[in-house]
């Protein structure tokens, strides 16, 4: 099965030999499973073998379908050459010894039988001939275009249509029971389509839509559209355009047409991936809070010489330690569907390709923010106040919680802490040092400060920051807080200005972990509900959640406004009263 997987992993591109050693190692594998006991295991390689059989039976017929259009567009230009060279005069016409037009019978001949007339040209000049069916196909086109080129093109009701008629060619599922042709017999489609849906499993899983037969059109040259807008222009224009064109100033021409869909969002997920992962194959997490080192302080005390010589009722300290709390966490399913029309993804892929990335970026933003809850759901929520400018201001409120927090655990100062800040927090504290007076720090640019800059003033206080995307909405209940992010800009209104507080995290890493419950992907997805209004969905649903794992971490609301204050240009005197 090996060999059938990595040949089929490239079945567009295998040489027709390689195609069938394929067919070959699959019927092989196909007899020796059928002969083993129908066990659910053999059942299953049956499945896959014949799956594998129809790919190929489709692979063949589509590399048929190819060889039979090649040949008959050799066979369509090469009667367009000749055709031209009959209009000209060739040399033949010249003579007029009683040659026949190509395709053409003598008069009294109408058989083509006798001396050969009316074979094809390229024929007698020993080229190449195409298949019977090519053959009859090239025909056809070859008259439809000289009976278009003897009268002029008429449109409305009447006019004739340029095309032949559809052609239904079996699927790959069916090519043994209706062949490789075109499907002629109605009765035999019919019987097929019975067969085939006599051979779906009633009680299993839907498989989805069965093909049994593609039906295609064949347009002359002259009547196919494709990429190119100027081509296009002048085949439409020749049998829709009046034969002279009057100018009158301006671009009378149809302007070009661009068909790209731009799109800028990113899917990237800064948080998620700021967090240590782990896998979540079970749906969740259970675990035991960690203790804290306030709950041990009764384990100790100091016991001294005088005690220990006279103790009296004194007894040494005990603690007993109970068992930790046990915690169980689950992931959230965080699912993305799509629908679209078929004729929509056939004839407008770019659009189909744009919404699917911003959907994409759509569903980042709402797993990031749903971490976000999670983790301050967990936090204990503290403010600071405006004092200076908002950069002193939030560095300064980041070292007091630092010093705390180091304090209170017992932290050693190599600890590695996390901070959780909004993106834009870092062009606040750029506008903030471009509008101060007071530098004091030599050699900073305060009109271009680099990100690389401020990330710096971060890690030389221990401090990894996580710089989210994406802000949560205000807040009410407790200690409230405008929305973390930018309203939608009026126009011949003034800038929308920074939310009035920053709202931030911190936490010793690896106080909160990520939960990877996986991702389930299903594609495509259609059905006869979809199959009724010409749509089809794509659906993606990723599993995920938070583990709090530590016992402290914090949720801060910081209130701030970028006037570039400092201690020299702002009263102080207030601020440690």
């Not at 807080?481 to 200005?497: D, E, G, I, K, R």
Request: hydrophobic share 40%; proline share 5%; net charge negative.
């Amino acid at each position: 099965m090996d060999r059938i997987a990595e040949l089929l992993s490239r079945i567009n591109d295998l040489n027709a030999e390689e195609l069938e050693e394929l067919a070959g190692l699959i019927d092989s594998e196909f007899a020796s499973l059928d002969a083993a006991d129908p066990t659910p295991e053999t059942i299953a390689s049956l499945q896959t073998v014949v799956d594998a059989a129809e790919q190929v039976a489709a692979e063949r017929t589509r590399r048929t379908e190819e060889a039979e259009a090649a040949a008959t567009r050799a066979e369509e230009l090469r009667s367009r050459m000749h055709a031209i060279q009959g209009e000209g005069g060739s040399a033949e016409g010249d003579e007029g010894d009683g040659s026949t037009a190509e395709g053409e019978t003598t008069e009294g001949d109408e058989s083509g039988e006798g001396d050969g007339a009316g074979t094809d040209a390229g024929e007698q000049a020993g080229a190449p001939t195409a298949s019977a069916p090519a053959r009859a196909a090239a025909s056809a086109g070859r008259a439809a275009r000289m009976s278009h080129q003897q009268r002029p093109a008429r449109l409305g009701p009447e006019a004739e249509a340029p095309r032949s008629g559809a052609t239904l060619t079996a699927s790959a599922a069916l090519v043994n029971e209706l062949g490789n042709g075109p499907v002629t017999d109605r009765l035999a489609l019919g019987a097929a389509m019975a067969n085939a849906l006599r051979r779906m499993d009633r009680n299993g899983a839907p498989r989805g839509n069965v093909m049994v037969a593609s039906a295609s059109w064949e347009y002359p040259e002259d009547r196919r559209l494709g990429q190119d807008a100027y081509r296009n222009t002048e085949i439409m224009d020749a049998v829709t355009s009046p034969a002279a064109i009057v100018a009158s100033g301006g671009i009378c021409a149809p302007v070009n047409v661009d068909y790209s869909v731009p799109t800028w969002s990113t899917a990237e997920r800064p948080l998620r991936d700021g967090l240590p992962p782990f896998s979540a194959d079970r749906g969740g997490l259970t675990y035991v809070t960690p203790p804290q080192i306030s709950g041990l302080l009764g384990a100790t005390e100091v016991w001294t010489e005088a005690t220990d010589a006279d103790p009296g009722d004194a007894t040494k300290p005990v603690l007993v330690v109970a068992c930790g709390d046990s915690q169980t966490v689950y992931v959230d399913a965080i699912p993305t569907r799509l629908q679209f029309g078929n004729m929509q993804s056939r004839f407008a892929p770019e659009q189909i390709a744009a919404n699917t990335d911003l959907a994409i970026a759509a569903a980042a933003q709402v797993a990031e923010l749903n971490l976000l809850s999670l983790i301050d759901a967990s936090s204990t929520t503290a403010t600071s106040a405006a004092l200076l400018g908002a950069s002193r201001d939030l560095l300064t409120a980041l070292d007091l919680s630092i010093s705390a927090y180091r304090f209170r655990n017992r932290f050693p100062r190599t600890l590695s802490l996390t901070a959780i800040f909004p993106d834009w927090a870092k062009d606040l504290i750029r506008l903030d040092i471009a509008r101060e007076i007071a530098h004091d720090d030599s050699g900073t640019p305060v009109r271009a400060v680099p990100d690389a800059m401020i990330e710096s003033w971060f890690s030389m206080r221990g401090v990894n920051v996580i710089w989210t995307l994406d802000g949560r909405p205000s807040y009410s209940g407790g200690t409230d807080y405008a929305a973390q992010t930018f309203a939608t800009q009026s126009t011949n209104a003034a800038l929308v200005s920074f939310p009035a507080e920053v709202v931030w995290n911190l936490f010793v890493e690896g106080t909160f972990t990520f939960l990877d419950g996986g991702r389930l992907d299903l594609g495509i997805v259609r059905d006869s509900t979809l199959d009724s209004t010409n749509d089809y969905e794509t659906f993606v649903e990723t599993f995920e959640g938070v583990a709090f794992r530590g016992y402290t971490a914090y949720k801060i609301v910081s209130t701030v406004c970028p006037t570039g204050g400092s201690a020299g240009t702002v009263d102080t005197s207030s601020i440690c009263s």
